[in-house]
């Protein structure tokens, strides 16, 4: 049988008794002067940062254009991770503009941006559309991305080099229309690391009869041992993480690992993850483990096409 409880009777409560205190007195964390300045026609780009709330992602967006600049002036590096997104919302000029400027030091990215920064060069476009091509079996099976990447690759492994820079070497070295497009042909002109990290089977590439999966590895561990020494130079400098939700986040964590079990000192420094969506991977490899000793980290969240635009031209504003 069951048991019967008792219910409480509640009565609307008094505030006659509340304690107040004075408003004066009271610490407050917004205030006029933090807020933000209208835009006039015609002012500056540099007025309408200077425009922004000193508050939250604004506040941090000034920071960040800061540390940047800080590092440059100091010597120290900029590395750029990526994914391929970037590249297929037509970011490439501004990427190549800032390695141009000394203000990116080294790239590091997935093996899609292989992919999109060669058909780029190539024909001046890139991205099919997937679910269209993956009805008819045709998905990733352009034939020049294929061969020429892969062939670039295997040359390149002979050669004694790493993807990017084989990659780097063979568009810069070609007859590609708008290879001034590309980030890997720029950075093998400047003499600047770029690395590749490859999961094999991620990549079309890796579906062509050029693939040689013992290349395609080897390459890829040669730029990670690259991307690791360029880590290990990290210390007063920043690492951009540039819509990669899982390869980059990963390969950063590792590469850090080894350079500080090498005796390398790299706990000052500066980590920034900029992305649609804050993801687990970066807030945690890329934000918070890397910097819980010493450094800062800053998440900023939007639109690649128009959060690194924005920032670039902060920086060149500002450098």
């Known amino acids: 049988m069951l048991?019967?409880?008792?219910?409480?009777?509640?009565?609307?409560?008094?505030?006659?008794?509340?304690?107040?205190?004075?408003?004066l007195k009271r610490k407050s964390k917004v205030e006029i002067a933090s807020g933000a300045s209208p835009h006039r026609k015609g002012k500056s780009f540099k007025e309408f940062i200077q425009s922004f709330?000193?508050?939250?992602?604004?506040?941090?967006?000034?920071?960040?254009?800061?540390?940047?600049?800080?590092?440059?002036?100091?010597?120290?590096?900029?590395?750029?991770?990526?994914?391929?997104?970037?590249i297929k919302v037509g970011l490439?000029?501004?990427?190549?503009?800032?390695?141009?400027?000394?203000?990116?030091t080294a790239i590091a990215t997935n093996g899609a941006c292989i992919v999109h920064d060669f058909e780029l060069s190539f024909q001046g476009r890139t991205?099919?559309?997937?679910?269209?091509?993956?009805?008819?079996?045709?998905?990733?099976?352009?034939?020049?991305?294929?061969?020429?990447?892969?062939?670039?690759?295997?040359?390149?492994?002979?050669?004694?080099?790493?993807?990017?820079k084989s990659l780097g070497k063979m568009i810069q070295n070609s007859k590609c229309k708008y290879k001034e497009m590309s980030i890997f042909g720029t950075a093998y002109r400047l003499g600047i690391p770029a690395t590749v990290h490859v999961a094999i089977g991620t990549d079309i590439t890796h579906m062509h009869p050029y693939?040689?999966?013992?290349?395609?590895?080897?390459?890829?561990?040669?730029?990670?041992?690259?991307f690791t020494s360029v880590v290990s130079d990290l210390e007063g400098g920043v690492y951009i993480n540039l819509g990669s939700a899982v390869i980059m986040p990963e390969v950063f964590l590792k590469a850090l690992t080894v350079a500080r079990n090498l005796g390398n000192k790299v706990d000052n420094i500066t980590t920034i993850n900029m992305?649609?969506?804050?993801h687990y991977r970066p807030h945690q490899n890329v934000l918070k483990r890397p910097t819980l000793k010493k450094g800062c980290s800053y998440a900023l969240t939007g639109h690649h096409e128009i959060m690194f635009p924005l920032l670039a031209a902060a920086v060149i504003e500002e450098i």
Not at 4 to 9: D, K, P
Not at 92 to 104: A, N, R, T
């Open 53 to 86: 709330p000193d508050i939250l992602a604004a506040r941090d967006f000034k920071a960040i254009v800061h540390l940047i600049i800080k590092a440059r002036e100091n010597d120290r590096p900029v590395i750029l991770g990526m994914g391929a997104h970037p």
């Open 275 to 278: 992305d649609f969506i804050q």
């Open 211 to 226: 693939a040689d999966g013992a290349a395609i590895g080897e390459g890829s561990m040669r730029d990670f041992k690259l």
């Open 3 to 23: 048991k019967c409880y008792t219910m409480n009777t509640y009565k609307p409560i008094s505030l006659k008794k509340i304690k107040t205190y004075s408003l």
């Open 92 to 104: 490439s000029p501004i990427i190549i503009d800032l390695m141009k400027k000394g203000i990116i």
């Open 127 to 164: 991205s099919e559309d997937v679910a269209e091509e993956l009805c008819k079996g045709t998905f990733g099976m352009a034939k020049e991305t294929g061969e020429y990447i892969n062939k670039a690759i295997n040359a390149g492994i002979k050669n004694g080099h790493g993807t990017g």
